[in-house]
């Protein structure tokens, strides 16, 4: 068996990893992880054949030569290489969680932060046991700071990742009703993303506040913070400039000295305080006030999210990626309040809700209701039993059906739903 020492020293010359035997780097390492429908172990010698100078396997049956590493588990073996190399790395790293908001406030952080130095940031949405220790073991010499996104579905899950990422400052962007078949309550939502919190105390580090949130006050410890606002009464706040579908960002230091200004690509307000975390955190690191705005308004939204598209039909809001009941508020609330005719809601259902689907679902209805909405479509089964007046479809394929037949023509359309709805596939219908 292979010690993490003796991986590490293999790893130092040989630092590309993968953990797909198809898109192997030449001379790197392949960990041939398990999954519910797979087993890495069978594919370690198309691994060899592709380009990897070394597999690391954890079934002694596959074994044929030294280029075979085998530990006895492949998944924990990545986790600790990362974990050390973490370690050997040293350098200042800032943790992010959050229910909504979290991969584009990592993105902002890390656009504002690169005007300064040089950050490596979690691609996409690769926050989890496997996409945190992939993240670690890509930081090399160059890298001054880096970003980890975390994300949870269960209790214990963000201790387990910043065990591994050992951040020294922390960012909550906020804390929602997501997830919660395997949170069981908002209250086990909340304590799991406190998880980063605590960490970053216990090492006396420091945390990033948003102090207009009440959730995040009360998880706040009272030592090490670096508060922000997205109202007046903190040193560092923002306001929303509610006139443009596009954020537009003021931002304020020293109480109500204004510090900037900023007209951002992205959509909704409900983004100010991702904006706002942004600022907060170049602020902190000393990233001038010019260079923060130039990073705001150079940031392109992408991945269906905040996203604004003019087709030659319609002008879309695109928001698509992910949805649970905190943000599809905060979504639904914005495109109310826009000042656009012929305004379409095309909302999908949300997943991973357990008991608490049916409910959340109908408060959305009655949300739609009190706030008249015109035009709504809904898809999903969990709409069915509370579709209100509004029509509701089986699926995707069921709405382009319709559309097809009834165009859909000179209106602002907001597409909103879970990534399982496959809102996107609208888009050149609309």
Not at 276 to 293: E, L
Not at 294 to 305: D, F, G, I, T, V
Request: a neutral charge.
């Amino acid at each position: 068996m292979h010690s993490i020492e003796s991986l590490y020293s293999i790893f130092c010359t040989h630092p590309s990893i993968s953990t797909d035997s198809r898109n192997c780097p030449k001379d790197g390492l392949f960990f041939a992880l398990k999954g519910p429908n797979f087993d890495g172990n069978r594919y370690a010698e198309s691994a060899l054949h592709a380009g990897c100078r070394y597999v690391i396997v954890d079934d002694p049956s596959v074994v044929k030569d030294e280029r075979y590493l085998l530990v006895f588990d492949v998944l924990t073996a990545l986790q600790s290489l990362a974990k050390h190399h973490r370690r050997q790395w040293g350098k200042t790293i800032i943790g992010i969680t959050g229910t909504n908001g979290k991969t584009t406030t990592k993105e902002l952080m890390a656009a504002v932060l690169g005007q300064k130095q040089t950050v490596l940031y979690t691609q996409g949405n690769l926050n989890n046991h496997i996409g945190v220790p992939l993240t670690l073991l890509k930081l090399n010499e160059k890298h001054q700071l880096a970003i980890i996104e975390m994300g949870a579905n269960h209790p214990g899950e963000i201790k387990a990742l910043c065990a591994l990422a050992d951040p020294d400052y922390g960012l909550i962007t906020n804390v929602g009703k997501a997830h919660l078949e395997g949170f069981k309550t908002f209250e086990g939502v909340i304590k799991t993303k406190g998880e980063l919190y605590e960490h970053v105390a216990n090492k006396n580090g420091h945390i990033f506040v948003n102090r207009s949130n009440p959730y995040l006050k009360t998880l706040a410890k009272k030592q090490n913070i670096l508060a922000y606002a997205t109202e007046a009464g903190s040193d560092i706040w923002g306001e929303a400039n509610a006139e443009s579908p596009q954020l537009i960002v003021n931002w304020y230091q020293n109480y109500n000295q204004h510090a900037g200004t900023a007209h951002t690509q992205l959509i909704g307000n409900y983004n100010l305080e991702n904006a706002m975390a942004a600022i907060r955190v170049g602020m902190h690191f000393g990233v001038d006030n010019a260079s923060i705005k130039q990073a705001l308004e150079n940031y392109h939204p992408s991945n269906n999210r905040s996203q604004l598209l003019k087709t030659a039909q319609n002008t879309l809001i695109v928001d698509a990626y992910n949805a649970n009941p905190t943000s599809m508020m905060a979504a639904i609330r914005n495109f109310s309040q826009l000042k656009s005719e012929n305004k379409v809601l095309i909302l999908g259902s949300m997943k991973e809700l357990g008991d608490h689907s049916e409910s959340e679902h109908k408060n959305l209805i009655q949300e739609l209701t009190q706030l008249e909405m015109p035009r709504v479509y809904l898809i999903g089964q969990e709409f069915a039993s509370n579709n209100g007046d509004y029509p509701c479809y089986d699926s995707i394929d069921a709405l382009i059906e319709f559309i097809q037949s009834n165009p859909i023509k000179d209106s602002t359309i907001l597409l909103k739903g879970s990534r399982s709805n496959q809102l996107e596939r609208l888009i050149p219908y609309l």
